[in-house]
C-alpha cells in the first residue's frame, strides 16, 4: 500500500473486536510546508502522536526519519497533485478491504490518523464514476476521525463518525461541540494505573484508550485518553487535570 498503513497498538485492541482499521497519516501542522490542521492549538502540535512510537525514533543527530520523510512526500503530493492522490488513495482502500476479508475482519478507515483536513470536500473518481468525496465512493464501509473543527458538513453522511477534540484553548468549540451532539476526546493528566475521572463538562467519561473504534461508542460521552509521551509533560491546557477541574469548580 502506498498511503494507508496497519498496526498502531490501538488498531490491534480493535482487531480483538473483528475490525481492521487503515489509518493514513500526513504531516500535522505546516510541517511539509502545507497546513493540514487549521485549528491546531501549540498544546496539540507539541504533544502530537505523529511522533509516538516509531514516527517518533531519530538515529543519533538527525531531525527526521523514514516514516517523517513519507508523511511528508504524502502530504505534498494530496496538495501538488490531489488527482493521483485520491486515484491512490481510492486504491489502497479496495486493496485493504480484500485484505481484511480475506483476515475474516471489518475493514475501517481513519485519514486524519495525524492530521485534520475535511475529507468531505473532496471529490473522487472509482470506477470511472465521480463521487462527492471518498465517504460516498466507499459508503458500504466505515471511516472515522478525531476533528477539532466546528461546522464540518458531515450530518448526512452516515459512514463518516466524528469526535470533537478538546485541546488547550478551545473550551468555546467544546462547549458547541458539545451543543451539536459530538462526544468529544480528551486527554486527561492521569497516570495509568489510576481511573479517568467519571464526570467532564458534565457528560460521563469512558475509556477511549480501551479501543480506537469511535463510531461505536455511546452517544454524548467525554472520550477520556490517558496523557501518553510529550502529552505526559504538557503545561499548555492541552492535557486536562481532573483534581485542577475540582478545585476551580
Ligand atoms: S490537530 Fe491533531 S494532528 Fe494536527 S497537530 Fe494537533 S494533534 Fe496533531
Known amino acids: 500500500m ?21 489509518i493514513l497519516h500526513l504531516a500535522p501542522a505546516s510541517l511539509s510546508g502545507y497546513n493540514t490542521c487549521p485549528k491546531a492549538t501549540t498544546g496539540c502540535k507539541s504533544a502530537c ?11 543519533k543527530g538527525e531531525t527526521t526519519n523514514t516514516i517523517q520523510n513519507a508523511r511528508i512526500r504524502k502530504t505534498k503530493m494530496f496538495f501538488e497533485n490531489r488527482v493521483e492522490f485520491m486515484a491512490s488513495l481510492v486504491k489502497d482502500i479496495e486493496l485493504a478491504i480484500k485484505q481484511s476479508i480475506k483476515k475474516d475482519l471489518i475493514p475501517v478507515f481513519r485519514l486524519n490518523g495525524t492530521s485534520d483536513l475535511s475529507w468531505e470536500k473532496y471529490e473522487v473518481i472509482r470506477d470511472g464514476v465521480i463521487y462527492r468525496n471518498i465517504f460516498d465512493a466507499f459508503s458500504e464501509y466505515q471511516f472515522y476521525d478525531y476533528t477539532k473543527i466546528l461546522g464540518r458538513k458531515v450530518v448526512a453522511i452516515n459512514n463518516y463518525d466524528l469526535t470533537f477534540s478538546a485541546a ?10 458539545i451543543a451539536e451532539g459530538y462526544n468529544i476526546a480528551t486527554v486527561f ?15 460521563e467519561v469512558i475509556n477511549g484508550d480501551e479501543s480506537d473504534l469511535r463510531f461505536l461508542d455511546a452517544k ?17 491546557g492541552f492535557v486536562k487535570y481532573p483534581t485542577v477541574m475540582l478545585k476551580a469548580a
Open 2 to 22: 502506498n498511503l494507508l498503513t496497519v498496526g498502531n497498538p490501538k488498531v490491534l485492541k480493535g482487531m480483538k473486536q473483528g475490525y481492521m482499521t487503515y
Open 49 to 59: 502522536l505523529n511522533t509516538a512510537g516509531r514516527g517518533g525514533m531519530f538515529k
Open 168 to 177: 488547550d484553548g478551545n473550551d468555546v468549540d467544546v462547549y458547541r461541540a
Open 189 to 203: 493528566g492521569v497516570k495509568k494505573t489510576e481511573p479517568l475521572p467519571q464526570s467532564y463538562f458534565g457528560r
Open 220 to 236: 454524548n460521552v467525554i472520550v477520556g485518553l490517558y496523557a501518553k509521551g510529550k502529552a505526559k509533560k504538557d503545561t499548555s
